[in-house]
T-cell receptor, first 113, second 112 residues
Framework: QKEVEQNSGPLSVPEGAIASLNCTYS??????FFWYRQYSGKSPELIMF????GDKEDGRFTAQLNKASQYVSLLIRDSQPSDSATYLC?????????????FGKGTLLTVNP | DTGVSQNPRHKITKRGQNVTFRCDPI?????LYWYRQTLGQGPEFLTY????????KSRLLSDRFSAERPKGSFSTLEIQRTEQGDSAMYLC??????????FGSGTRLTVV
């Protein structure tokens, strides 16, 4: 059973702070990692993906990957109230299941004005 | 609209009834996925189509569930003899090759 674990939250940060979201995964063969944002009652929206070890930045978002530690994180700088949502970590399967994404349960982030 | 379209958005049905959901993927996407999401959980994989071929069906899908994708275009997910445990958000997604998915708005099913 391939698993993806996220810190359960909820995570509450003040506006303008850095929010840090973490994820670990069990499938050592996984090569692709995704962060989705999901507002309450809505469907997931892709915000970042990362394939290589290290950092990947896109605007206020930075994804970090450490394959040796099987760890993925998402940093949100200058957090805004509009960032309040559930953040889902997803890992693409390896080998014959490389079309399948396994999701964590998500971390609920609240950014307080 | 070039996104993934799902219909209906909401469905309330009585236990034991059959329901069918439709998904229209992004037109150039050859891969189509169905996921189910319950409250407080991440989406769980149900089934996968590459073009018109259904390549995997999760053990989560009992014999009451069937999915089709005729001609590799839209897809339908049918649930027969619905049970209260089927209440969930049913998400359709599509992708081109192995990039990240684009999800539709989902169909929220409530079985009463």
């Amino acid at each position: 059973q391939k698993e993806v674990e996220q810190n359960s939250g909820p995570l509450s940060v003040p506006e303008g702070a850095i929010a840090s979201l973490n994820c670990t995964y069990s499938d050592r063969g996984s090569q692709s990692f995704f962060w989705y944002r999901q507002y309450s009652g809505k469907s997931p929206e892709l915000i970042m993906f990362i394939y290589s070890n290290g950092d990947k930045e896109d605007g206020r978002f930075t994804a970090q990957l450490n394959k040796a530690s099987q760890y993925v994180s998402l940093l949100i700088r200058d957090s805004q109230p509009s960032d309040s949502a559930t953040y889902l970590c997803a890992v693409r399967g390896s080998g014959g299941s490389n079309y399948k994404l396994t999701f964590g349960k998500g971390t609920l982030l609240t950014v307080n004005p | 609209d070039t996104g993934v379209s799902q219909n209906p958005r909401h469905k309330i049905t009585k236990r034991g009834q059959n329901v069918t959901f439709r998904c229209d993927p992004i037109s150039e996407h050859n891969r189509l996925y169905w996921y189910r999401q319950t409250l407080g959980q991440g989406p769980e994989f149900l089934t996968y189509f590459q073009n018109e071929a259904q390549l995997e069906k999760s053990r989560l899908l009992s014999d009451r569930f069937s999915a089709e994708r005729p001609k590799g275009s839209f897809s339908t997910l049918e649930i027969q003899r619905t049970e209260q445990g089927d209440s969930a958000m049913y998400l359709c997604a599509s992708s081109l090759v192995l990039e990240g998915y684009t999800f539709g708005s989902g169909t929220r099913l409530t079985v009463v």
